[in-house]
């Protein structure tokens, strides 16, 4: 589980995180939202240990980031995927590469294990077949293939499958999203959503998803968490996101549902 209480942040005169209270269950999908500049990516780099809170305590499974030392922290990070708002994904490197990349500055060069672990991760996001035991040459031949090619030679659903399987990369137990399906259309939005959802329940992991859309949001969220102002100013499941009367929340859902869900 993940716990963050009255995490306080400001950059320079300007207070971004107010005392954020949140609690992440073990075994669910969460999705934050908020407006665009309210400090939901800020918020996910303080529970990845990328950004230093002013105040206020990260918990994740029961530990206080700030207590941990660097081999802890370092062994900490192992558990969580981070998938970067707009993919983030090196041009210059092929799709082999750019999977592999943490694990290779990890000191990891066994050639055998990175092409397995890279196998398995894109399999995994639905880039290639499912990964059967019996080394089928369809598979292989459809691996060798994607392997090779650049960021600029996939679509922009493919792109952000590539950045989900980086995050897998080491198995983790928690994976965080940020704005995964933001610039997609509808249809691959949905196809993303249902991997995000696939894969938390085939490999047990919790997800956070940071997200603008709506849609996102009512297809795979068992939590919601929105912030406002800097505090989290609604945590609830989907019925009652719907139902809150709270002004603000229902002011956010009528600017970003076109149709009324
Ligand atoms: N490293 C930084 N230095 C200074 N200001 C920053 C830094 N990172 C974020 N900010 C500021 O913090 C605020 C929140 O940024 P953040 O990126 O978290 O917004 P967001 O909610 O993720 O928005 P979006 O939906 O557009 O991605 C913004 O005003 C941003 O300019
Ligand atoms: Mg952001």
């Known amino acids: 589980m993940i716990e963050l209480r009255g995490i306080r942040k400001s950059f320079g005169a300007k207070e971004v995180l107010k005392g ?5 269950p073990t075994g669910s999908t969460t999705c934050v939202i908020g407006k ?22 990260v918990l994740i499974d ?12 370092f062994s900490m990070r192992k558990k969580i995927g981070y998938v ?15 999977v592999v990349i943490s694990l290779v500055e990890h000191g990891v060069h066994d050639r055998s294990i990175l092409e397995s672990e890279a196998r398995r991760v894109l399999s995994s996001v639905g880039l290639l077949p499912e990964l059967t035991d ?8 459809e691996y060798a293939i994607l392997r090779n090619k650049k960021p ?12 989900v399987a980086r995050a897998l990369v080491g198995q983790p137990e928690y994976i965080f999203y940020d704005e995964p399906t933001t610039g997609l259309d509808p249809v691959t939005s949905q196809q993303i959503d249902d991997m995000i959802g696939d894969l938390a329940r085939k490999l047990q ?19 919601v968490a929105m912030i406002v102002d800097g505090v989290v100013r609604f945590q609830g499941d989907v019925p009652a996101l719907r139902a809150t009367n709270d002004p603000e ?3 956010f859902l009528a600017r970003y549902v076109a149709e009324g869900f």
Do not use: P, Y
């Open 249 to 251: 929340v229902v002011d």
């Open 36 to 57: 665009s500049g309210s400090g939901k990516s800020v918020l996910l780099k303080h529970i990845v240990g990328l950004l230093k809170a002013d105040a206020g305590t």
């Open 84 to 98: 970067f708002q707009g993919a983030a994904l090196f041009d210059s490197m092929t799709v082999f590469d750019n």
């Open 134 to 141: 019996d080394g089928s040459t369809a598979f292989e031949r």
């Open 205 to 223: 992991v919790t997800s956070l998803v940071i997200t603008h859309d709506m849609f996102s949001i009512f297809n795979i969220a068992d939590n």
């Open 20 to 24: 954020i209270d949140l609690v992440i």
């Open 152 to 163: 600029s030679d996939l679509s922009g659903g493919m792109r952000k499958r590539v950045g």
């Open 62 to 73: 029961g530990r206080d980031l700030e207590s941990l030392s660097h081999a802890e922290l």
